[in-house]
């Protein structure tokens, strides 16, 4: 199979990729098959191990050079060349329970960049997809949107997006202050999909999240989504995401960002 070459093929085949992987998530959705605990309250189905051989079968047919992270199988991001960070069902949980708030995340990532991005919400119709320099969109039902967060300025006015079941995390690492945050914020959101958290700050329909792990497959579609539809995405220090950091601030602009990194480094 000769390799895809240009910026645009690229971004059509990590669109099709997620399209596939939600539509095989949507074919299972009431039937998860086996579902085991890999760590504790961190579940894996049978459908997260048949998408992540999809999307990873289908990458090496077309970018058989390129490097790839995916939650379930593992794997390397390059240190110089083209790498691809895979959660074949972000929100496993959800999934398992046939909560419809479930989705398939992709990114395509060089030198710490993200420059493709692309999650599948299948239950919901939603494909939401950017490219560096190009735009966030949602497609629905044959309908392309141009997507722009929201104008929320102040904490108290703002929606907050996080699992809340990792809040912990924030204090066993040293970090303290979500927790303020979040009695700050006019209302949380607890999704259960990082991803799908991410995608709604770009359509404005939340106004910032936090991420407290280590889990480049699920934050790096929001660093691009969020970023193309005019917000801001970087470390818990505000510096700018990589990888490697340690979890993530999203928002839809410089004045709710400077005040959620206020409240998290001065705890």
């Not at 970018?63 to 995916?70: E, H």
């Not at 794997?75 to 398992?96: C, K, M």
């Not at 239950?123 to 950017?130: F, I, Q, T, V």
């Not at 912990?168 to 259960?192: C, H, I, K, P, Y």
């Amino acid at each position: 199979m000769k390799e895809l070459d240009t910026s645009q093929e690229l971004h059509d085949f990590v669109c099709d990729l997620a399209r596939r992987a939600g539509e095989l998530q949507l074919s299972r959705h009431e039937r998860p098959g086996e579902i085991r605990e890999k760590a504790p309250k961190d579940y894996v189905t049978e459908v997260d191990l048949l998408c992540e051989e999809l999307m990873i079968s289908a990458i090496e047919e077309h970018y058989p050079k390129d490097a790839i992270l995916s939650e379930e199988r593992g794997g390397r991001i390059s240190a110089s060349g083209r790498s691809w960070l895979l959660d074949p069902v972000d929100g496993t949980a959800n999934f398992a329970r046939s909560n419809p708030l479930f989705c398939a995340c992709i990114s395509v990532i060089e030198n710490d960049t993200v420059t493709h991005a692309a999650v599948a919400a299948p239950r919901l119709g939603d494909l939401y997809h950017a490219r560096l320099g190009g735009g966030a969109y949602r497609e629905n039902g044959g309908v392309s949107t141009l997507l722009r967060v929201s104008a929320t300025r102040e904490l108290d006015n703002a929606f907050v997006g996080a699992d809340v079941s990792f809040v912990g995390a924030m204090r066993e690492n040293g970090r303290g202050g979500t927790d303020e945050v979040f009695a700050a914020a006019w209302q949380l959101r607890a999704l259960g999909s990082a991803g799908i958290r991410g995608a709604w700050i770009s359509a404005g329909y939340l106004d910032a999240s936090i991420g407290t792990r280590n889990t480049a497959w699920d934050y790096a579609p929001t660093v691009l989504l969020v970023s193309e539809a005019g917000g801001l995405a970087t470390d818990l220090d505000g510096k700018p995401w990589t990888p490697e950091s340690k979890g993530l601030v999203a928002t839809n602009g410089d004045a709710l960002h400077s005040e959620i990194l206020a409240i998290l480094n001065n705890s």
